[in-house]
């Protein structure tokens, strides 16, 4: 079993930066692709980003390649995500995710955090 807690949410303005935190327990992540995804009001969850266990390998949802970094230091067992610019349409629930291999697929995510909450003013 693995336990993910998220942090670093929270009320920022358009524009304005924030880095989530995914801190697990339980297990090392060294051994799980790890995801962050989000889920607005009446919206489908959707993947932001996800990273291999190598930490090489990554990949970002379309509406936010070039403004969000996904990175992992597995001797922490963290992962993080870097949000610059933020838009109003960021605001959603954050959580981070683990999977045994690497993909993009929600249902492939066996472990889950309860999520954070980022809310973006314009």
């Known amino acids: 079993q693995v336990q993910l807690v998220e942090s670093g949410g929270g009320l920022v303005q358009a524009g304005d930066s924030l880095r989530l935190s995914c801190v697990a327990s339980g297990r090392t992540i060294s051994g799980y692709t790890m995801g962050w995804f989000r889920q607005a009001p009446g919206k489908e969850r959707e993947l932001v980003s996800a990273?291999?266990?190598?930490?090489?390998?990554?990949l970002y949802g379309d509406s936010v390649r070039g403004r969000f970094t996904i990175s992992r230091d597995n001797a922490r067992n963290t992962v993080y995500l870097q949000m610059n610019n933020l838009r109003p349409e960021d605001a959603a629930v954050y959580y981070c995710?683990?999977?045994?291999?690497?993909?993009?697929?929600?249902?492939?995510?066996?472990?889950w955090g309860q999520g954070t909450q980022v809310t973006v003013s314009s």
């Open positions: 990273i291999a266990q190598s930490g090489v390998t990554t």
């Open positions: 995710a683990a999977s045994g291999f690497f993909t993009s697929r929600l249902g492939n995510y066996a472990y």
